[in-house]
C-alpha cells in the first residue's frame, strides 16, 4: 500500500490550495486519515484529522478556520482545503492513515507548500 500525496505548490498569501491523498493497493479498515506537516527546522505536527467512522474531525489551532479536512471512505482518499494561507504554512505536507486493529500507520511521500508573495 502506498499513499500519494498531491496538490502542493507555490501560493500568494491568502490564496488557497487543496491537497489529496489517495491510496494505492488494497487499503482496509481505515480508522484515522490526517495531515501533517513540518517546516524547516521545525518538528512535523498535525495539522488536521478525521476519524472514519463518524467523521469526526480536530484542527490544529493555527489553521482552525481556514483549513478544512474531508474525506472518500470508498475511494480511500483524503483531502485537506487550505483557504487563506499564511507564510507559516508553508512546510511539506504529509498524509497518513492508520488502519485495522493493530493501528498500522501509513505516509505519504509529502507535498512542498509554499506561500510566499
Known amino acids: 500500500v502506498q499513499l500519494q500525496a498531491s496538490g502542493g505548490g507555490l501560493v500568494q498569501p491568502g490564496g488557497s490550495l487543496r491537497l489529496s491523498c489517495v491510496a494505492s493497493?488494497?487499503?482496509?479498515?481505515?480508522?484515522?486519515m490526517g495531515w501533517y506537516r513540518q517546516a524547516p527546522g521545525k518538528q512535523r505536527e498535525l495539522v488536521a484529522g478525521?476519524?472514519?467512522?463518524?467523521?469526526?474531525?480536530n484542527y490544529a489551532d493555527s489553521v482552525k478556520g481556514r483549513f478544512t479536512i474531508s474525506r472518500d471512505n470508498a475511494k480511500g482518499t483524503v483531502y485537506l482545503q487550505m483557504n487563506s494561507l499564511k507564510p507559516e504554512d508553508t512546510a511539506i505536507y504529509y498524509c497518513?492513515?492508520?488502519?485495522?486493529?493493530?493501528?498500522?500507520?501509513?505516509w505519504g511521500q509529502g507535498t512542498e507548500v509554499t506561500v510566499s508573495s
Open positions: 493497493g488494497s487499503i482496509y479498515s481505515i480508522n484515522f
Open positions: 497518513n492513515f492508520v488502519t485495522g486493529r493493530l493501528l498500522i500507520s501509513y
Open positions: 478525521i476519524v472514519s467512522d463518524g467523521g469526526s474531525t
